[in-house]
């Protein structure tokens, strides 16, 4: 049986906290990358950033030539490196951004858990972040609700 836990919170800065800190590295595509390398590294002195620029990073880019920031480069057959990350670097890899690495994660099946935050916004408009992505079922498995109106919704595929 799986137990559904909503909590009631004023910090959602505490969930990508516990995310990074339970992150044994980092993965990025290449516009996360460059907007994570050029703002983070110039961050000390607080456990967040500390954390972030510690971490090792892998990089998924075809275009992007070299790293910095503690940072490995994915150039080629990024689904067959991401396995085998996935097996060497401990529990657990932290993707941020969205863009087409996740597609490449989603296609090959090596995505564990899916964290949504749902906003009370309606844009309109905008990129469709699946789009040309097979259906695939997720279960709930746990949601945390904040004061503000943000719903973090935590999915495992079925």
Known sequence: MVTITAQESTEPGAIPHGLLFASDALLLGRKTYEGFAEAWPAR???????????????????????????????????????????EQTGPSILKFGTGELDHTLMQHNLVDEFHFWLFPVVAGSGQRLFEGIDTMHLKLVDKTTFNSGIVVLKYSPK
Request: charge should be positive; glycine fraction near 4%; avoid cysteine.
């Open 44 to 86: 000390t002195g607080d456990d967040y950033s500390d954390r972030i620029n510690s971490l090792p990073k892998y990089v998924a880019s075809t275009t992007l030539q070299k790293t910095t920031w503690n940072a490995t480069l994915i150039k080629d057959v990024v689904a067959g490196e991401v396995a085998k990350l996935k």
